[in-house]
């Protein structure tokens, strides 16, 4: 059982991967935020999934537990800092913060 | 009355967190959540005075099922659009407005979660009366408020216009 | 008996998070893309902690029903939390005027870095 676990576990983190592309590469603010929030959630499983593996489950569900608030917490204040954002691509920010070429009409 | 609720409910999530059931610990419980509950017991519950709490959550409960198993369908919707290769041409997206006649913040807020957690539509925005909602296609946009609206009204005992 | 169901479970959840992981990566604009964030989140926590918790009732002392109790508890926050974080996200993009894309826009490769 334990093999299994470790296996989800590794899979969690494989997916977390993925979802770190669309936190990367954006390409708007909010795009990224998306990202992190799902990278979160998952963060928020794999803790758990990382207790019952060491068999201290009983100490990182309280971290599991307040992660999932901390997640939820920062996705609300980073949403309503993001309202009415005017530079929504963050044009100009970093390496990954060039507005994507349109390509012309056909 | 609510400041009991709010004390009650305070001290049984005191006593899962705490995991410790010696009278030192218990105490210490019982006056943290009374004082919590003294500060703060018109945030839990508002419009305090408002008949028929009871029924209303048990209602709510009974909604709960119907709620997954809304939920199974809508993500294995998205999770079939997602794996599908000819994904963009299945998905026909689409900002619809409709007006809602449930009158309480709590059945609009009920309503807003409801849609999201249903297949194919995401609540953008709530004004008021006005639902934005943004579906993935027509036939989802279609469909909308539903049979949702009906169950809501009839969990708050709100009047069918 | 119950490793099998943890098992079958947990599976099922990492299959929804693959799901909807790729859907994050290739669905054409903001606003799908939070469908596929929103909803599998939600399903995929269901799964795999209500594994987790049948998985810790398992022998059931007080120590391991607290744990259960808890697991229960962030499954109830998540699945209050998610569609509200999601609806905030969303409304952030809206009021920035992300632009929605239509049918109509369809091999523009409008929004997304031409993936």
């Known amino acids: ?106 | 009355m609510y400041f009991i609720s709010t004390t009650l409910i305070l001290f049984a999530f005191w006593l899962v967190l705490s995991g410790k059931f010696d009278l030192f610990h218990l105490a210490l419980g019982a006056i943290s959540s009374l004082v919590v509950a003294w500060m703060s017991s018109d945030l839990l519950f508002f419009e305090q005075n408002k008949k028929g709490r009871t029924g209303e959550a048990l209602r709510f409960l009974a909604y709960i099922p119907w709620l997954v198993a809304e939920i199974f369908k809508s993500t294995i919707h998205v999770a079939w659009l997602a794996l599908h290769p000819a994904m963009r041409e299945r998905i026909d997206p689409r900002i619809v407005t409709f007006k809602t006649r449930l009158k309480s913040d709590v059945a609009r807020a009920a309503l807003a979660n409801s849609i999201t957690l249903t297949p194919g539509t995401i609540t953008v925005r709530v004004e008021e009366d006005v639902f934005t909602v943004h579906a993935l296609s027509d036939k989802t946009a279609a469909g909308l408020p539903g049979g949702m609206e009906e169950r809501i009204a009839r969990i708050f005992r709100e009047e069918a216009a | 008996m119950i490793d099998y169901l943890t098992m079958i479970l947990t599976a099922a959840g990492l299959f929804f998070f693959f799901a909807t992981t790729l859907g994050l990566l290739r669905f054409p604009d903001f606003y799908s893309r939070m469908h596929a964030a929103g909803k599998g989140d939600t399903l995929s926590s269901l799964l795999i902690l209500s594994g987790l918790a049948l998985y810790h009732l398992h022998d059931p002392s007080t120590a391991n029903i607290l744990v259960a109790a808890k697991i229960l508890f962030i499954l109830v926050f998540i699945f209050m939390a998610s569609p509200t974080a999601t609806h905030a996200i969303i409304d952030a993009g809206y009021q920035s005027e992300v632009k929605p894309w239509t049918r109509a826009d369809d091999g523009e490769g409008d929004d997304d870095l031409a993936v």
């Not at chain 1, 990367?24 to 935020?33: E, N």
């Not at chain 1, 990382?50 to 489950?57: A, F, M, N, P």
């Open chain 1, 1 to 106: 059982m334990n093999g299994f676990f470790i296996g989800a576990g590794v899979i969690l983190c494989l997916l977390m991967l993925l979802a770190l592309y669309r936190t990367v590469v954006g390409p708007t603010i909010i795009d990224r935020m998306m990202g992190a929030t799902v990278i979160g959630t998952k963060t928020t499983i794999l803790l758990v999934i990382i207790g019952t593996i060491y068999g201290r489950v009983e100490m990182f569900v309280d971290i599991a537990l307040a992660y999932a608030m901390l997640n939820f917490i920062v996705t609300i204040a980073a949403s309503r800092y993001f309202t009415h954002h005017k530079n929504i691509t963050g044009a100009g920010f970093g390496v990954f913060g060039r507005v994507p070429k349109r390509r012309p009409k056909k």
